[in-house]
């Protein structure tokens, strides 16, 4: 069994929200101009890392299913007069490099993850099996539009950071996993955001051989 404590938890979730309204809730998180070249994800993303002070020394696991692809979206649904200005926010950097670049931090390590009904069980290993006195674990989503049909976009928005040490002391919560003989198991981004955003335990198999048990204090 491998342990980790939950110090810090930051989460968002403002579901249907437009990229506008977000543009307008979280102006005063950024630099000026700059939400104008974020995708929705940077900065709900933006938004729950703004309260945590990042430090050099942190490694950072990022997650994400879908990879913010409503910029993706949107550009090409400008055409056929395609827009320089959407074919530059299609092109972005991940929603977690944009605000690394827009608060000019420095991490140790970043380690991004992708997938669907494993991504949790990736993450947390990573995060969990760290030997950084501090890893930031975060993540979400922004909503789809037209690729929601194909099942190849997220259909609410929501972002978290948690930060997690080895310290006990004053801990929200303790994250533990570890390994059992089930075959079985599979658990969602959207299910584990639920569960940090309303402080649910976790008892469950989340991967083949792979156990999680989340405990609030």
């Known amino acids: 069994m491998v342990e980790r404590y939950l110090q810090v938890l930051r989460t968002d979730a403002p579901g249907l929200e437009d990229i506008a309204t977000t543009r307008q809730r979280l102006a005063g998180a ?6 104008r070249r974020m995708t929705q994800l940077g900065m709900l993303l933006g938004g ?10 942190d490694v950072v696991v990022y997650c994400s299913v879908y990879a ?5 979206e949107d550009f090409l649904v ?6 320089p200005t959407l074919f530059q926010t299609s092109i972005h950097p991940s929603a977690l490099q944009q605000v690394l670049i827009s608060r000019q931090q420095s991490v140790r390590e970043v380690f991004p993850h992708t997938g ?18 501090r890893v930031i674990l975060c993540g979400g989503e922004e909503r789809g539009s037209w690729l929601l049909e194909r099942g190849a976009a997220s259909d609410d928005a929501f ?9 006990p002391a004053n801990a929200m919560a303790s994250v533990r996993l570890s390994l059992t003989d089930d075959e079985e198991g599979a658990f969602g981004l959207p299910e584990f955001f639920l569960a940090l955003h309303q402080r649910q335990p976790i008892e469950r198999d989340i991967a083949p051989g792979l156990h999680l048990s989340l405990s609030w204090t």
């Open 78 to 83: 400008s055409f056929p007069s395609a827009s």
């Open 48 to 57: 729950v890392l703004q309260e945590i002070t990042l430090r050099d020394d």
């Open 30 to 35: 950024f630099p000026r101009n700059a939400t």
């Open 68 to 72: 913010e692809s409503r910029a993706l």
């Open 159 to 167: 972002a978290f950071a948690a930060v997690l040490t080895r310290d």
């Open 116 to 133: 669907r009904s494993q991504l949790v069980a990736h993450a947390l290993r990573a995060a969990v099996l760290n030997d950084a006195p």
